[in-house]
């Protein structure tokens, strides 16, 4: 994976004149940390520099240039983008820099991108306004928050309708739309935030009207802007998942949870409040380039005791991979695989103590492979439904450090969803992948599998020559996995692996 933060410039401290800083170029984005004499570290998000006595001022330092001034900064730590208002004296200007810098107060600069600041996919009744009013943030570049902005929301599916469709963002960035109210038939009803110039506009939101509340729910949390491209794709891969489990998992109140360690996040992510059945958190970031690794999904949090099942995960994806997936028609499919990782396909299957299980065994000659999945369920559909030659599902004993142990054969699943190698452009859901969800523990809906047969399986459209595919190799993030009191809402373990 690609450093980040290469390329950053650093100017000379003296000793004892700083202790923590961070600021950052607006015109160049060259960001700058370091720390002075005597301190081992400054923790991100609370750097502080002293100026004339004990004062401090609030401000955005605005720079056009950074030149040298001796020797790198001392004790200069890996560079990470944070929001670049810092509490730093006036002593600071002078020490610190050969330049002319223009510091300003606090007041953000010019609004450059719009990001969700609620959840993204809900369902409702129909004709009824949604529970969880739809709302979005307004930044500039570095992150801070621009008031005065006006959002236009407006329905773009489903027939229903808004009151407040025109906020003007707050202090803190943020405009909420008046109420939303779902049509009137049984479907999906997307709703769009626009700014017109804004990285990330417009935001989709996506609401499942039915006669009743959906029976599973899954809440996305952005870490970043997303395109409204990816966005629609991560909304159908909800959709579907909430269509193919069944029943709920259960509400749990987390309080505020940081997540960034438990799940690979950026510093001081954050969740907080009420859980409802499952919530991901989505980092699309740029990783290692085209071409390489794509992205990778996993449970963070489980549920502790019981099925211990999924509360919490996350999906983070290569920004320079996104693309090139959406124009090859692969986006949707590789991100709805991906979702069905962090409910536990492929990361549940083996766990030790508190999870007992293990659903993956060697496996006798005749079936395809040396590793099975042996679970009642997906063993008894594979045979029924989809035409395995036994009641074993082969899973990929190759390539253990990129697909092996958590995916269906390749050579015998082919198109089917969940191999590691994505090829043609037809994908099935199989029965048998939905009901190893059932292995696992979820309630499950049979009628939302795709129709699938070993022997017939749809690998190419007519007359479609082969082409490339996508290959899913270490989309699996192995990492400690931490366990939630479900009552409590606090964690209570963590495994040893994952």
């Not at 236009?152 to 963002?169: D, E, I, R, W």
């Not at 989709?204 to 009207?209: E, M, P, W």
């Not at 679970?375 to 899973?395: H, I, Q």
């Amino acid at each position: 994976m690609g450093a980040r933060g290469a390329g950053r410039k650093s100017l000379a401290v003296p000793n004892g004149v700083v202790n923590c800083y961070h600021y950052e170029s607006r015109a160049t984005g060259d960001e700058l940390l370091g720390r002075g004499a005597g301190l081992a570290a400054c923790p991100p998000g609370s750097e502080t520099l002293p100026g004339s006595g004990n004062s401090k001022l609030q401000v955005d330092l605005m720079v056009s240039d950074f030149r040298s001034a001796g020797a790198p900064c001392l004790g200069q730590r890996r560079s990470m983008r944070i929001p670049t208002l810092v509490a730093i004296g006036g002593a600071v200007l002078a020490a610190c820099s050969s330049g002319s810098p223009s510091v300003t107060g606090p007041a953000p600069g010019t609004p450059t991108q719009i990001l969700p600041a609620s959840i993204t996919v809900q369902s409702g009744a129909t004709s009824q306004p949604v529970t969880a009013l739809p709302s979005v943030k307004v930044t500039d570049k570095t992150g801070l928050p621009v008031s005065g902005v006006t959002v236009t929301f407006a329905v773009t599916a489903g027939n229903g309708s808004l009151s407040g469709a025109t906020p003007v963002t707050n202090s803190t960035g943020v405009a909420t739309v008046g109420s939303w109210t779902l049509g009137a038939s049984a479907g999906t009803n997307t709703l769009t935030a626009t700014v017109t110039g804004l990285t990330g506009s417009p935001v989709v939101f996506t609401a499942n009207g039915g006669s009743g509340a959906a029976t599973f729910n899954i809440t996305l949390q952005y870490v970043r802007p997303a395109a409204a491209v990816y966005q629609s794709a991560f909304n159908a891969a909800v959709t579907r998942w909430e269509t193919a489990i069944a029943a709920h998992t259960g509400d749990v109140n987390v309080g505020t949870l940081t997540v960034d360690t438990a799940c690979g996040v950026p510093p001081n992510t954050v969740v907080t409040g009420t859980i409802h059945d499952l919530l991901i958190v989505v980092d699309l970031d740029s990783i290692d380039g085209p071409g390489k690794i794509l992205g990778s999904a996993s449970p963070c949090y489980l549920r502790n005791g019981g099925r211990n099942l999924t509360l919490l995960g996350v999906m983070t994806f290569d920004t320079a991979d996104l693309a090139g997936l959406n124009s090859g028609g692969f986006l949707n499919d590789v991100i709805l695989h991906e979702m069905n990782h962090v409910l536990g396909f492929g990361t549940l299957w083996e766990g030790g103590p508190p999870v007992q299980n293990s659903f993956v065994i060697n496996t006798p000659a005749g079936t395809g492979s040396t590793l099975g999945f042996d679970g009642p369920k997906a063993d008894s559909v594979y045979v029924a439904d989809n035409g395995g030659p036994r009641d074993t599902v082969p899973v990929e004993d190759t390539s253990l450090a990129g697909t092996g142990r958590s995916h269906w054969k390749e050579s015998i699943f082919q198109s089917e969803l969940m191999t590691g190698f994505l090829t043609g452009h037809f994908h099935p859901l199989s029965l048998t992948s939905i009901e190893s969800l059932a292995d696992l523990g979820y309630t499950v809906n049979p009628a939302a599998a795709d129709a699938f047969n070993l022997s017939t399986q749809p690998t190419l459209r007519l007359g479609e020559a082969p082409g490339p595919g996508v290959d899913l190799s270490n989309d699996v993030r192995r990492s400690p996995r931490f366990y939630v009191d479900e009552a409590t809402g606090q964690v209570v373990r963590r495994s040893a692996g994952p």
